[in-house]
């Protein structure tokens, strides 16, 4: 699949949704590639994850976001010139649906291994035509109708319905019928038929085989009667068998037979021979320069012939006239073939196509190589620049919640991000001794401690999915109940949090000092608060209230490996259940006088408090 698709898709979501949700889209498809290359050959692995991804990032049905972007595809491809290719393709939209097998033929040029659909009219009337769609790729039904519905709305000024009248797999193709109702007069006119009389220029045989040199003539049993010059020389021995034992038909995707054929005739087809053609420089190498040519690799089917042209039935003879030409991207598939310049048409620009393109080819390849090594460069430098973004986005959810940091990326004010909590529960934490136990090892020593001791606490508040408000120095602040609200689980996640501190603490020994073991004091509070993002500099996410001075005073009022909690915490956590709580008594408490307290004294397995991050 090349990346044309995929860079569709990416600038139809960033387009409509934005780049953020695209972003979202192709890390949870688990696609690597920030961009695609247009030329660039990509997994066909890639579109369904992104499509699915999709659907659940951004809520669209396979419907819904196949054809919209469809729709997208018209208008993108116009950056690359395409657009014109469009408006020229038909007249009326009639002759478009007609010439789409052609388009992908000319798209062939740029993109030479695509696997292009086929598509074919019948049953056409003036109120519109039935046409069906041919795949080896399955999931591009919505996509193809969203593209046709904007051909002819933007190009032709139709309004046109799509009815998808069938669907079904056969021999690994998807083959799909669609109704399409829409204003086809064009069809009346094309099928007025004009008398005029004319003189009948008669031709040789001789001369119509060396016009077309690669012309098939095969009657209704399909035994070729006459062949072209060119095609004389390397298939002898055609004439008299039959075509379906010497040819596939590639394109369009039908029974080869001589009906279906005569049903289809306003479509290129293209012709492949069974067998590798055996050349005559292949069994005289005559010259050293083309022994060297052949023994140049090649692929299996590159050693086949393969045709390209019209299929016209000659009424007088009751039979058909295949006007092919040879398909030769260069002068390799030339001398791999069998085939000289002067087998080619005269009238035709053939020969002239053949020795520019390979007069170019190297240029080209240079240019191409050129720009693969530009482009192999910048993606490399993308994802460096998206690991570095990740990196940034993880420090900066480390000073600001995810939540508030997305708002303000948005360009929200910082003011606007303060929010009142009516609920929350606040717990401080202060080593005991601190400053005592700095006194007696070095500075570095004292950082190594600090680092230690938070690495195990920051690995405590993920699990317990409390965020981290501040350390300052020994104390250690967390929350619960914010930014995202949680009803009355606050109390329960802060205890469980709690409990699991002091358990780490009793198990911690410092590194310079390993016959010592850190003391905890811990302080919970609930209540209400104010919170947001202050400062310009250095933005912080901060918590204003009384909750907080409250919290502060029940750590500082505590003791030693125990945690301290406050009435209304311990209110709340009676309406969880399954937390042991002892009664204190009565503690003065700094600006708040005489209040009675608690110890939080252990749980049960059933009342630790978690939830998913979200």
Request: charged fraction near 25%; proline fraction near 4%.
């Amino acid at each position: 699949m090349y990346g044309l698709l995929l860079e569709n898709l990416a600038d139809y979501i960033k387009s409509k949704y934005g780049e953020d949700k695209w972003e979202e889209v192709r890390r949870q498809a688990g696609v690597e590639q920030p961009s695609f290359s247009t030329h660039q050959v990509y997994p066909d692995c890639h579109i369904p994850r992104l499509a699915q991804a999709a659907y659940e990032v951004l809520d669209v049905t396979e419907q819904e976001f196949f054809d919209q972007m469809g729709v997208h595809f018209v208008g993108y491809v116009s950056q690359y010139g395409y657009d014109r290719v469009l408006s020229v393709l038909g007249r009326h939209m009639r002759d478009f649906l007609n010439g789409l097998d052609n388009l992908h033929e000319y798209l062939k040029f740029s993109y030479p291994r695509m696997r292009a659909p086929s598509f074919i009219c019948e049953n056409e009337t003036r109120q519109g035509l039935t046409l069906h769609y041919r795949s080896k790729r399955r999931g591009f039904v919505y996509y193809a109708m969203g593209q046709i519905r904007e051909v002819a709305r933007h190009f032709y000024n139709k309004e046109m319905r799509i009815e998808l009248v069938r669907e079904e797999l056969l021999l690994e193709t998807v083959h799909v019928t669609f109704q399409l109702t829409f204003d086809n007069r064009a069809f009346t006119l094309a099928s007025l038929t004009m008398t005029r009389e004319e003189k009948h220029l008669p031709i040789s045989a001789s001369v119509l085989f060396e016009i077309f040199p690669f012309c098939i003539v095969f009657s209704s049993d399909m035994i070729v009667r006459s062949i072209g010059n060119s095609l004389m020389v390397i298939l002898p021995d055609l004439v008299g068998k039959k075509l379906t034992n010497w040819f596939d038909l590639v394109r369009p995707l039908i029974p080869f037979k001589f009906q279906t054929i005569l049903n289809r005739t306003n479509n290129i087809f293209e012709l492949v021979t069974v067998e590798p053609v055996l050349t005559e420089r292949q069994s005289a190498k005559r010259s050293n320069m083309l022994v060297l040519s052949d023994e140049i690799e090649t692929d299996f089917d590159e050693k086949k012939l393969r045709l390209k042209g019209q299929m016209i039935y000659m009424d007088n003879w009751r039979m058909m006239m295949y006007l092919g030409t040879p398909v030769m991207p260069d002068l390799r598939a030339l001398i791999t073939t069998g085939l000289y310049i002067n087998d080619l048409s005269m009238h035709d620009f053939s020969r002239d196509l053949m020795l520019a393109g390979t007069q170019q080819s190297v240029e080209l390849k240079l240019a191409l190589d050129q720009e693969q090594q530009k482009s192999k460069k910048l993606e490399e430098s993308m994802r460096k620049l998206d690991d570095e973004m990740k990196r940034t986005d993880e420090l900066l959810y480390q000073m600001i919640p995810k939540q508030v940091a997305d708002r303000l990326r948005t360009g929200e004010n910082p003011i606007d991000t303060c929010q009142m909590f009516d609920s929350v529960s606040i717990l401080f934490s202060d080593v005991v001794t601190f400053t005592e136990i700095c006194s007696r090892i070095t500075p570095m020593e004292v950082v190594s401690m600090l680092n230690a001791m938070y690495s195990i606490f920051d690995t405590l508040t993920e699990r317990n999915r409390v965020y981290k408000v501040e350390t300052i120095g020994d104390a250690y602040m967390v929350v619960s109940g914010l930014p995202i609200k949680n009803g009355d689980s606050h109390a329960g996640e802060i205890a469980s949090m709690s409990l699991n501190l002091l358990d780490a603490v009793k198990h911690h020994r410092i590194a310079h000092r390993p016959h010592e073991t850190l003391k905890l004091r811990i302080g919970i509070h609930s209540g209400p608060v104010v919170a947001g993002v202050v400062g310009l500099t250095m933005p912080r996410y901060c918590l204003f209230g009384d909750t907080v001075n409250t919290a502060s005073r029940m750590e500082s009022t505590g003791e030693p490996l125990r945690i301290h909690i406050s009435p209304a915490c311990k209110a709340a956590l009676d309406t969880l259940g399954g937390y042991v709580i002892e009664k204190r008594g009565l503690v003065s408490m700094k600006g708040k006088g005489e209040v009675m307290t608690y110890w939080l004294v252990g749980a049960t397995v059933g009342a630790v408090q978690c939830r998913e991050v979200i």
